[in-house]
């Protein structure tokens, strides 16, 4: 009798394969269309596909938008199962912390009073 084997077995039993294709995602400002999506290496059709699928997910949403992280997590996950390297470019380091908003001080820290 052959062993049965189940599917999570084989995806661990396979070793990684390099990407078919890379993809960068770039936001192009705060005015429609936010994005472009290039791609530097690739199946031609492929590419396009995954291009169409991250268009319909991104189209009207600007990075600040609560639903453009759902959809980028969306798109990785996309990008993951086709083996797409995937880049984003969203024109500033994302290690940057936010900006302060004017009109609102920073917390104090250290010594003040509080009061008299």
Do not use: C, K
Request: charged content about 25%.
């Amino acid at each position: 009798m052959t062993p049965v084997t189940t599917g999570e077995q084989d995806i661990e039993a396979q070793e990684p394969q390099p990407p078919v294709g890379h993809v960068r995602v770039v936001y192009l400002g705060p005015v429609a269309p936010h994005w472009d999506i290039q791609s530097d290496f690739g199946d031609p059709t492929m590419i396009e596909e995954f291009r169409q699928r991250t268009q319909a997910r991104l189209v009207l949403l600007p990075p600040h938008d609560p639903q453009y992280r759902r959809n980028r997590e969306r798109v990785a996950r996309d990008a993951e199962r086709e083996n797409i390297t995937l880049e984003w470019d969203l024109g500033a380091p994302e290690d940057e912390p936010a900006p302060v908003q004017a009109g609102v001080a920073p917390p104090a820290s250290g010594s003040g009073s509080s009061g008299s």
